[in-house]
């Protein structure tokens, strides 16, 4: 078991295509990192690097202290599960976990015990002698899971392992990988494009996008703190209202519709253009108008059982409230909108890269 | 009443269109496959019928359906008298090197293009490697007869071999690049990671996968060598002719030995049609492999 160390890694492909930029960051042992990002975003090519499949343009890759960066992968003692599971369709599944033991020089009976005592772990003792053409979706899974639990390997790499289930079993399995991870002990990146998984499966998320690191941190802080727009964007679903505005007097005024509030307290240095963020969960419908509402029509109303999101037209832009479905809401109604001014986040600007403000008081609470 | 039941189950037949057409086109079919069937094995039916007969049976004016002396003196005459066992010998050895050297040579070529597409020569080389297999192989027959006659290659093993090369490894590259695409990358990865070197991960993961595939090609590769007849007529005389440019000259201007025609060509066909048959599983598995992307 081990940690793992990016330093400065970059990787440009042919000449100028620039997929992972001056990623830099540490995963400590027996850890469970997730990273998340749109595709193309670079998180696939930051685990194939460190896997050994790609080799880094420039920067170093360290596993346990140790400088792997010219390592090839056989040598780096580590297991990746990949997302079309790759497993050897002319081998049985017993063939497809016994594999990576035959590379390294055990004998049958250890082997054989390994390659049972795994199948126990995923429960595939019944399908050991089949191919893998004749195992479902979840069961292909499994074996590909326990291909790498066999051999008892440093890290663990899985790439988007759960993109090709459905979302059931998509479900069962984000909380099986999970437990497995906590039962072995074992250091584990996990890259998706699911911001759900990252959410549930890791200790900490890196957030990446056009091949940089956004935003390292624990899940919850990812989703309540988000380093800037574009992770507050990313993070949560339905995700955050992001509205343009400026800020003038302590007062923020949308660009494109008339909504105005009080810029929450705390956030005194916001000022010119800026993007306010507020979460869906965030939002309530008042009777009494005060200085965080504003008025809104209703475009559509969504039924999801215990709430009901509702669809609001600020100006052409979409803003979305997430309502207990006993709220009474109805469509083409015009309500007063309010903003929680707690949960409230200004970004110092309309790009994505804007950061957010961080209010006085995080920073008191901080220090 | 029973004849009321018969006109009503013409009726119903009759008003039944599924039935009717599904009926006729079920006899259209079977007419067009027993017409082609005919016309393709009634030649091979006829050479090894012929094969059988001795020499006078072949000319009769009533053609014989079936050989009324069945003998194997064509077999034995063209072998021995003629001598063509030299030039059946000299066929094996030529088509058996010039494939396995293709194979041998083709496999890893056409891996390396499967893999590194556009870094190995550029975008277009796969295309020129098959445009190899385009040009009429009569055009370049005469100034390569010169430069084999230059280096004293003529009517050796070694030119028959080199020149089915030129044409076989392009085949071989081609096709093998094909089966070697239709192998995910990802499964190889996989064998990295499971601690194997590239190298091994090729021959204990990759090469598995396309046997069919090189199996199917083998074939293709082995058949062209085997009935070459333009090359082998121009290249060789006496000591490396192949048997196919011996079959002609049998054909004599005051007689021809229709029987020992049949037998070799019986001879020639027997292999291919055997081998296809026992292989056909892996190579109809190896023909569709390349084409169709799973």
Redesign the interface.
Known sequence: MSDIVLRDVTKIFGDDVLAVDEVSLSIEDEELVVFVGPSGSGKSTTLRMIAGLEKPTEGQILIDDEDVTDVEPQDRDIAMVFQSFALYPHRTVRGNLAFPLEARSMSDAEIDERVEDAATILGITELLDRKPSQLSGGQQQRVALGRAIVRDPQAFLMDEPLANLDAKLRTEMRAEVVSIQQDLGVTMIHVTHNQEEAMTMGDRVVVMDEGEVQQIAPPKQTYQRPANRFVAGFMGSPSMNLINGTVEKESFTASQSDVSVDLPPGLSSAAGDVTLGIRPENVELVDNPDEYTFLADVQLVELLGNVQIVHFDLGGEEFLAELHSDAKVEQDGQYHVRIDPAKTHIFDGQSPRSERIVPEDEITAAD | MSTATLRDRVAAFADDPVTVRGALHRIGITAFVSTLLVVTLFPLYWTINTSFKPADETVTAIPTFFPENFTIEGYVNVLLTSGAIDNVINSIVVSVGATAIAILIGVPAGYAYARNPGKIGGKNVAFWILSLRMFPPIAPILPLFFIFRQLGLIDTYVAMVLLYLTFNIPLVVWLMRSFFQDV?E??E?????????RF?AFYK?TL??VTPGIVATTLLVWVFSWNEFQFALVFTRTAARTFPPLIPTLVGGHETLWNQVAALSTIAMLPVIAISLLMQRRLIRGLTLGAVKG
């Not at chain 2, 990865?189 to 070197?197: H, I």
């Open positions: 995910p990802a499964v990865e996989a064998a990295l990671m499971d601690g194997y070197s091994q993961v598995p996968l």
